[in-house]
Structures are given as C-alpha cells and as structure tokens.
C-alpha cells in the first residue's frame, strides 16, 4: 500500500460502466512519517469517500483492481483506506 493526500477530484459524467458512482480523486503521494510530499500527483478511483485533504492509503498496478466485482474496471490507482492516525514508534 502506499500513502497520499487528497488534493482534488475529476467530475467526469461519461466513464467506463464498471466506474459507474464512482469518485475519481486527485492525490499527492506523501512519506506518511514527514508528512512531505513525494512524486507526482496521480488520479485513483476511490472506494472509500475520501475527501480533500484525508490521508488515504491506495493500491496501484494489478492490485488496484482487486476491490471491484470481477476485477472488469480499468484502474491504475484505487484508494483502498482513509488514515485518520499514525503511530510511529522509534527506538
């Protein structure tokens, strides 16, 4: 899994049937550590209801098609969990 922060959505009327009530979501990749941004933005299908500003965790490649009915939906990204808290513990 990896981490990102919603930063915006793509309103899209017309999309593949299997997307259909589906957000598409904006995310900034982040170190969930720093919280600093890391890469590229990116679209991912969202499967959570996440919103501008959550943390999410998402899936990308082949994974990312795993929380759909019969895996028929064409995703490179999907977010899969919103973070509400991040414990690290160092010693």
Same mark, same amino acid.
């Given at each position: 899994?990896?981490? /990102?922060? =919603?930063?915006?959505?793509? @309103?899209?009327?017309?999309?593949?049937?299997? !997307?259909?009530?589906?957000? !598409?979501?904006?995310?900034?990749? @982040?170190? !969930?550590?720093?919280?600093?941004?890391?890469? /590229?933005p990116? =679209? /991912?299908?969202?499967?959570?209801?996440? &919103?501008? &500003?959550?943390? =999410?965790?998402?899936? #990308?490649?082949?994974? /990312?098609?795993?929380?759909?009915?019969?895996n #028929? @939906?064409?995703s #490179?990204?999907?977010?899969v969990?919103i973070?509400?808290? =991040?414990?690290?513990?160092?010693?």
């Open positions: 899994m990896f981490y /990102a922060r =919603v930063i915006g959505n793509i @309103v899209s009327t017309i999309k593949y049937k299997g !997307l259909s009530g589906r957000k !598409l979501q904006i995310l900034q990749p @982040v170190n !969930l550590s720093t919280r600093k941004d890391t890469g /590229a990116l =679209v /991912a299908v969202d499967t959570t209801a996440a &919103g501008i &500003g959550d943390f =999410v965790g998402y899936e #990308d490649g082949l994974e /990312a098609t795993w929380p759909f009915e019969g #028929d @939906v064409p #490179d990204a999907t977010i969990a973070i509400e808290n =991040v414990n690290i513990y160092k010693r």
